[in-house]
């Protein structure tokens, strides 16, 4: 009855160009999340162009991106990007490594994968267990392989090339953002020669820049701050609710610039080599953390006046999270405490960002001015003894306890 009283066409919903698309929220380095805002032409416009041409798409393809479809990578490359091309997509919820670790491959020869798409993460997990479970499979569909989401290592990335692709598929190591919306450097698969590591040089349209600490330009081989000199169109709008946020973060640091966040390496040969972050992030599995997100959730316990989180190498996860903690007076230390911090860093934040170790931390080491000198917590959490210039600290018997107290856990 429902059915006979509606019509069967469906009209469009007119929307301006400008109109908002979606709101994703992405870690900021004061602690609070900030809602990047995409817009609908710009945003649409820039994924289904990147998708086509940086995967190489063709309409007989099968495309299989195993991102978290809530994540921007899931945002860009497994709905907008490839609904917009019409192409035929393999989406998959589950692990790599269930029921066994060979289930990636077998899902490549099952549906025919042509152009495949993960993480450094998700490469030297699989790494881990060698090239037996990947030779199972055949993989003879395989065209393109796509990596996003942190620096590549070239150990890592020569796996995948030569195990995975067996030397025949082209690696594209896209580098992109929540707030970029899609690739914005980017090696074209065939065309642009590789070097393993590199994300190689910017898609149609980007111009970046390597700046120095005083904002200026650098030409020729240099390191220094990756930065944007003009505008794509799938550039984030704003910071949902707050555009002044948007403003500060990235354009006052360099004015003129969108600022990236990210270290960055020109060679000779004018290929651009990602760092890592600069600025107080942290990358756990290709996922962005930003340490003052961490530290809140921390100090929201009653045990805990004080928390600083810094980085330490992971063999897997490329960063874990390494937490000193300061215990309110008359609370002592303990494995139920520290479960109990664990869970609620989960809770607040997310699994990604479960503290890896957790460490009792008497005082923490600062400055005269009170800041907390994160450079000699880093080297801590590594149990690395060469401090550097530690004459700016205030109390310096302090980093011999922290030393001692060292969680010594596997890395
Ligand atoms: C890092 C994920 C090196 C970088 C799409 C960036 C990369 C942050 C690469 C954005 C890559 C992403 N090589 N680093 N190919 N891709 N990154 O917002 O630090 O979750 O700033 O977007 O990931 O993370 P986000």
Redesign the pocket.
Same mark, same amino acid.
């Not at 990596?147 to 590549?152: C, D, F, Q, S």
């Not at 190591?173 to 707030?179: M, V």
């Given at each position: 009855i429902l059915l006979s009283g509606v019509s069967e066409e469906c009209e469009p919903e007119w929307c301006d160009s400008e109109d908002p698309l979606f709101i994703l929220y992405?870690s900021g380095s004061t602690g609070k999340p900030k809602g990047v805002l995409h817009t609908i032409g710009g945003y649409m416009l820039y994924v289904a162009t990147t998708f086509k041409l940086v995967f190489d798409y063709h309409p007989e393809d099968v495309y299989w991106c195993t991102a978290d479809i809530g &994540? #921007? $990578?899931g945002h860009s490359y497994i709905t907008y990007g490839p609904l917009a091309n019409g192409a035929t997509s393999v989406l998959f919820e589950g692990l790599p490594t269930y029921p066994d670790v060979s289930r990636m491959w077998e899902i490549v020869d099952k549906y025919q994968v042509t152009k495949f798409y993960t993480a450094p993460t998700a490469i030297r997990l699989l790494m881990k267990y060698g090239s037996e479970p990947v030779q199972k499979y055949k993989r003879d569909s395989l065209k393109v392989l796509g $990596?996003? =989401? *942190?620096? #590549?290592n070239p150990e890592a990335w020569q796996w995948y090339y030569s195990v995975v692709g067996e030397k025949r598929c082209p690696v594209v +190591?896209?580098? &992109?953002?929540? *707030?970029t919306g899609g690739h914005v450097l980017t090696p074209l698969p065939a065309a642009t020669p590789m070097k393993p590591g590199s994300?190689t040089f910017p898609f149609f349209g980007v111009v970046p820049a390597i700046l120095n600490e005083s904002g200026e330009e650098l030409e020729g081989p240099s390191e220094g701050y990756l930065v944007f000199k003009q505008p794509w169109p799938g550039v984030m709008r704003t910071v949902f609710g707050n555009h002044q946020r948007f403003e500060t973060t990235y354009f006052e640091q360099f004015p003129g610039y969108y600022v990236?966040? +990210?270290g960055c390496c020109r060679d000779k040969d004018g290929y651009y080599w #990602?760092t =890592?972050?600069i600025d107080d992030m942290l990358?756990v599995s =290709?996922?962005?953390l930003s340490t003052a997100e961490v530290e809140s959730a921390l100090v929201e316990h009653e045990a805990v006046v004080e928390a600083a989180v810094v980085s330490r190498p992971h063999p897997v996860k490329g960063e874990s999270l390494y937490c000193f903690v300061t215990l309110t007076e008359g609370v002592s230390f303990s494995r139920t405490l520290e479960a109990q911090l664990k869970k609620q860093v989960r809770e607040k934040i997310g699994a990604i960002a479960t503290p890896d170790f957790i460490q009792n931390a008497p005082g923490l080491p600062k400055t005269r001015s009170g800041k907390i000198m994160r450079r000699v917590l880093r080297k801590i959490a590594r149990n690395e003894r060469d401090l550097g210039d530690v004459s700016t600290l205030a109390d310096s018997s302090v980093i011999e306890l922290l030393f001692q107290n060292h969680c010594c856990g596997a890395m």
């Open positions: 992405t &994540w #921007i $990578t $990596t996003v =989401g *942190e620096p #590549i +190591d896209t580098f &992109w953002q929540t *707030e994300a990236t966040g +990210d #990602i =890592g972050r990358n =290709g996922h962005l």
